[in-house]
């Protein structure tokens, strides 16, 4: 059985940022309530900003937040807090397909499956725990539904 969980160290990086970014935000806030430094457009154009890359933050937190377990033919999907579970037999993988791009001298790679009740999953392997034995298990049970590797 293979167990694809989300990288902790990734989490951790990510908590930090938007921790730091929900200071900044606090700080910025209590500039304008006690000083008023800046101009009133200032203000309403940097916290609306601020504002926005932190709900991005947390939705890409939040829905990235899954754990996959492959094997004995089955892959199950745990969304935990959407609080659901779904199991796809290996044969209803319609197909899959491994993305890799090179950016900064590092080798970034991506596999998306897509079952036929038209849902389908993202797994990097830079967020995510245990990518290349998922590979393997898919190259191995799943072979016929593979899709040419794309290189960017």
Known sequence: MVAI?????????L????LVLIVGLVLLMRDFTYKGSFGLWF???SCSLITVVILMLLVKMM???RFITAGKDHIIVRLP????TKVY???EILAWEEETVLANKKEFKQVTIAFSD??????SNHEHEAYTELINYLKKKAAKQMLKM???
Do not use: D, E, F
């Open 5 to 13: 969980k989300p990288k902790i160290s990734t989490y951790i990086s």
């Open 118 to 123: 038209k849902n389908s999953i993202s797994v």
């Open 43 to 45: 203000y309403l154009i």
């Open 15 to 18: 908590s930090l940022v938007l």
């Open 81 to 84: 807090l959407r609080r659901m």
């Open 89 to 91: 037999p290996v044969t």
């Open 63 to 65: 829905a990235g937040w």
């Open 150 to 152: 794309k290189k960017a």
